[in-house]
Nanobody, 121 residues
Framework: VQLQASGGGLVQAEGSRRLSCTASGGIFLKHAVGWFRQAPGKEREFVASISWSGDTTYYTDSVKGRFTISRDHAKNMVYLQMNGLKPDDTAVYYC???????????????WGQGTLVTVSS
């Protein structure tokens, strides 16, 4: 099973960026997916997650109203639309999948490599 995150890059403050995550092995069929990030010198933190059906989402407080997680089963993709980006959003962003609880604070089963988002002021 492999997850692949993409879409990172350099963006100016208040700009937008969309991250994408895909997975092999049909892992998205019955798994919730989450996005996490790790800023330089900081611990990895939960950003957002979405149920396998797409009906339920969670967000960390700092991104509520700015980020939107979504999924497209037909394309086997999960997205993180990031608007109103701030320099504090600079981090390596990871997608992960879990068959269990998917809110903040839960462990995830499968992880992809990260994609770097750099927000310039």
């Amino acid at each position: 099973v492999q997850l692949q995150a993409s879409g990172g890059g350099l963006v100016q403050a208040e700009g937008s960026r969309r991250l994408s995550c895909t997975a092999s092995g049909g892992i998205f069929l019955k798994h919730a997916v989450g996005w996490f990030r790790q800023a330089p010198g900081k611990e990895r933190e939960f950003v957002a997650s979405i149920s396998w059906s797409g009906d339920t989402t969670y967000y960390t407080d700092s991104v509520k109203g700015r980020f939107t997680i979504s999924r497209d089963h037909a394309k086997n993709m999960v997205y993180l639309q990031m608007n109103g980006l701030k320099p504090d959003d600079t981090a390596v962003y990871y997608c992960a999948a879990t068959a269990g609880p998917y809110g903040p604070g839960y462990d995830y089963d499968y992880w992809g490599q990260g994609t770097l988002v750099t927000v310039s002021s």
